[in-house]
């Protein structure tokens, strides 16, 4: 079965710094991988995949994450936090050849944001 | 381009009560899910469909109920509320088969009193 650990609950940056959220996942097989975001009384949004290839996936909102398969690891940086970016972030695996299962979500981290 | 909307987002019932959630896309996506999302838990999965008429339990599908007779509609059906299904419900759909990625509606924030 798939399973998806996000070791920090919350997180406290200062506006500016660099930020690495961390994502360890458990998969048979070569894992589709997310990152999702979701602020205060919104649904998620996408904010990169990796299915294939590079390792380094850019996604929006200056965000970039990098598949390491000996790690397990698919760890969310961005290289200067705005305020904006304070929201919830989920990662996320999926099943290769269809949303069979849906997609497993690690329970979250909250990213706090300090000025 | 509506996407995926749900209905309605907010809703207050009663123990006992039969409550039905609705999901509707516009894109004609084969697959489609429903999530509950609870503090402590981060989301998890209680049905999914894979087509019209194709539906399947997930992780968390107990007290609830789904149908799909249309490709575009997905609802969630509570028959007998209990106060531990107060969560924020979402509904998820992507296109199926090789794609995985999923596209979220804004979720039914849902409390049983």
């Known amino acids: 079965a798939q399973s998806v650990t996000q070791p920090d609950i919350h997180i406290t940056v200062s506006e500016g710094a660099s930020l690495e959220l961390r994502c360890n996942y458990s998969y048979g097989a070569t894992p589709y991988l997310f990152w999702y975001v979701q602020s205060p009384g919104q649904g998620l949004q996408l904010l990169l995949k990796?299915?294939?290839?590079?390792?380094l996936v850019q996604g929006i909102k200056g965000f970039e994450a990098e598949f390491k398969r000996s790690q397990s690891s698919f760890n969310l940086r961005k290289p200067s936090v705005h305020w904006s970016d304070a929201a919830e972030y989920f990662c996320a695996v999926g099943a290769k050849g269809g949303g069979a299962d849906g997609l497993t979500f690690g329970k979250g981290t909250h990213l706090i944001i300090q000025p | 381009d509506a996407g995926i909307t749900q209905s309605p987002r907010y809703k207050i019932t009663e123990t006992g009560r039969q409550v039905t959630l609705m999901c509707h896309q516009t894109w004609s996506h084969s697959y489609m899910f429903w999530y509950r999302q609870d503090l402590g838990h981060g989301l998890r999965l209680i049905y999914y469909?894979?087509?019209?008429?194709?539906?399947d339990k997930g992780e968390v599908p107990d007290g609830y109920v789904v149908s799909r007779s249309k490709t575009e509609n997905f609802p969630l059906t509570l028959e007998s509320a209990t106060r531990s299904q107060t969560s924020v419900y979402f509904c998820?759909?992507?296109?199926?088969?090789?794609?995985?990625?999923?596209?979220f509606g804004q979720g039914t924030r849902l409390t049983v009193v």
């Open positions: 990796y299915f294939s290839g590079d390792t």
């Open positions: 998820a759909s992507t296109l199926g088969q090789g794609v995985t990625e999923a596209f």
């Open positions: 469909s894979a087509a019209a008429d194709i539906t």
